[in-house]
């Protein structure tokens, strides 16, 4: 019998072009040259279709297990010395041509687009969603078959991407809204949050994953409450971006366990207990302790948490174990007095609104300071922390306003200063 017509072209291409490609080609002119690159990579594209034809055919056959290979990836990746990667590329693309591309075939065929081109196109036929209908991928091929005749493969492949929003866009919006919702589901499944104690000093170090979502509203949340407090009478903000984030944090987490919109633990409402001697906490001595965690915390940090907080006597009483009811600093009618007076931190320059103050007692409780409007003044967290370090001093002026007395450092005669809300 007569060999096959490919079998005959193909002996006679590579005869042909054996006798030829010695030629030199200096005299040949330079849109010559252009042109037979063209022409080239026309042929090397038509070589290529007709060889994707013969391994649809050898898979068809499954000619690969008549000479012992697993498959005709594996004959191809040992007859051809192929890459095995490259060889079930090559099988997988020799089937899609033959059976789902009819076009990419005739194209290439024609040597009108590559076989790099007819690649990814197969691969954006392939990623079409299951809900794509016949009529669809017929479209969704001839779109970027068009495209291949203008672009190289890289720019094909982005725009394969969108090929079913240009086809269906409506179907497109379904699937991307699917796609979504899926990811969504995936991301909010990986969330995770770990807390550990750092194993060389004071502080808890934080690692975890948050969804696109959750990460959002921490940065939302965070934002407002990280902002560089203004400059002051002690001077501008010394902290930065990492430390007014981690500040910030600290503030979200006091909102929220003073708002008292958290599930309850033991019937009350989460907040830190922090156990202290009387001594200790009068003195400003000793240690306090974190009844959850342990943790110290010093006598002079607990002195201020206590300026506006739920304060219980626990201890022996008539050969009993006995806890006091709470008593709840600056609560009620005397809290909204004082954020009527002062109307935010009473600071000099402090611009913080009466949400993020505490109430401080200007003589302390301690030492006997009465919880009254007249002994009270709204501080923020960083000038509460302040005014306890006892560098600042806080006084209520004759006409009954909060007014501070700077350190030496900052005016030798230390004339009392307000904030300018305060000034009348």
Not at 123 to 131: C, G, S, T
Not at 269 to 288: A, R, Y
Not at 413 to 420: C, D, Y
Request: net charge negative.
């Amino acid at each position: 019998a007569g060999r096959h017509p490919f079998s005959v072209l193909v002996e006679r291409i590579r005869v042909r072009l054996a006798e030829e490609s010695g030629a030199p080609l200096w005299s040949t002119p330079g849109d010559e040259l252009t042109d037979l690159l063209v022409s080239l990579e026309a042929l090397s594209a038509q070589l290529e279709a007709v060889q994707l034809q013969v391994i649809r055919e050898a898979d068809r056959r499954d000619l690969g297990a008549s000479v012992g290979a697993t498959g005709t990836a594996a004959l191809l990746s040992s007859l051809l010395r192929m890459r095995p990667e490259h060889a079930r590329a090559a099988v997988k693309l020799a089937n899609d041509l033959d059976t789902v591309l009819p076009l990419v075939q005739l194209a290439l065929n024609a040597g009108e687009i590559s076989a790099d081109h007819a690649r990814v196109i197969a691969k954006a036929i392939r990623d079409l969603p299951k809900e794509a209908g016949q009529e669809t991928r017929a479209e969704a091929e001839q779109v970027p078959v068009e495209h291949a005749r203008v672009f190289d493969p890289k720019d094909l492949a982005g725009l394969g991407k969108a090929v079913l929003n240009a086809v269906d866009p409506e179907l497109a919006d379904k699937v991307l809204a699917k796609k979504l919702a899926e990811e969504e589901a995936k991301a909010a499944r990986q969330r995770e949050l770990t807390l550990y104690d750092d194993p060389n000093g004071s502080g808890t170090h934080i690692r975890g994953k948050l969804d696109p979502v959750t990460a959002d509203m921490l940065r939302t949340a965070l934002e407002p409450l990280s902002k560089p407090l203004p400059t002051t009478a002690d001077g501008p903000d010394p902290r930065s971006a990492a430390q007014r984030r981690g500040d910030g944090f600290a503030e979200l987490i006091r909102r929220y366990l003073n708002a008292g919109v958290s599930p309850s633990q033991g019937g009350e409402k989460p907040h830190i207990v922090v156990t202290i001697t009387d001594t200790d906490l009068v003195n400003g001595t000793g240690l306090g302790r974190l009844l959850r965690t342990g943790t110290y915390v010093s006598a002079r940090t607990v002195q201020e948490w206590a300026c506006d907080a739920k304060i219980s006597w626990f201890g022996i009483r008539d050969g009993e174990v006995a806890l006091s009811d709470g008593t709840r600093f600056f609560t009620g009618r005397l809290r909204k007095l004082l954020e009527l007076r002062d109307r935010g931190c009473a600071f000099p320059g402090c611009d913080r609104p009466p949400a993020w103050c505490d109430g401080h007692h200007v003589r302390s409780w301690l030492e006997g300071g009465p919880t009254t409007l007249s002994n009270g003044a709204l501080l923020c967290g960083h000038h509460h922390r302040l005014i306890h370090q006892d560098t600042w001093q806080v006084q209520l002026a004759a006409d009954g306003m909060p007014e501070f007395i700077p350190p030496e450092w900052i005016d030798q005669q230390r004339n009392p200063i307000r904030n300018n809300r305060l000034r009348t």
